[in-house]
């Protein structure tokens, strides 16, 4: 399994960022996807997660109404939306999937980094 992260940079505050998690080795449409963030002296926190279905969406703080996941079962791409960036969100951004086997695993991309600057 091999995600890998695109679509982070400079942004100013206000702005918007699509950032996609293209996979391989497993199907997303049998793999919870998270997106996780981690600042600078800070821990990695999770951002949002899209379970099964669009209605089992969900996500951490502030970014609900700023920020919406979404996969794309066809191209096996998962992106995040991210509109009225703030200082705050910058950040590495990590794409990760659980796939089960006979427990489940994590599998992680490399990560994108976003920073929110005038």
């Known amino acids: 399994v091999q995600l890998v992260e695109s679509g982070g940079g400079l942004v100013r505050p206000g702005g918007s960022l699509t950032l996609s998690c293209s996979v391989s080795?497993?199907?997303?449409?049998?793999?919870?996807t998270n997106w996780y963030r981690q600042a600078p002296g800070k821990e990695r926190e999770l951002v949002a997660h899209?379970?099964?279905?669009?209605?089992?969406?969900t996500y951490a703080g502030t970014e609900a109404g700023r920020f919406t996941i979404s996969n794309d079962y066809a191209k096996n791409v998962g992106d995040l939306q991210m509109n009225i960036l703030k200082s705050e969100d910058t950040a590495v951004y990590f794409c990760n999937v659980k796939v089960f086997a006979t427990k489940w695993r994590d599998y992680w991309g490399p990560g994108t980094q976003v920073t929110v600057s005038s």
């Open positions: 080795g497993v199907a997303l449409r049998q793999s919870p």
């Open positions: 899209f379970g099964y279905t669009p209605e089992s969406t």
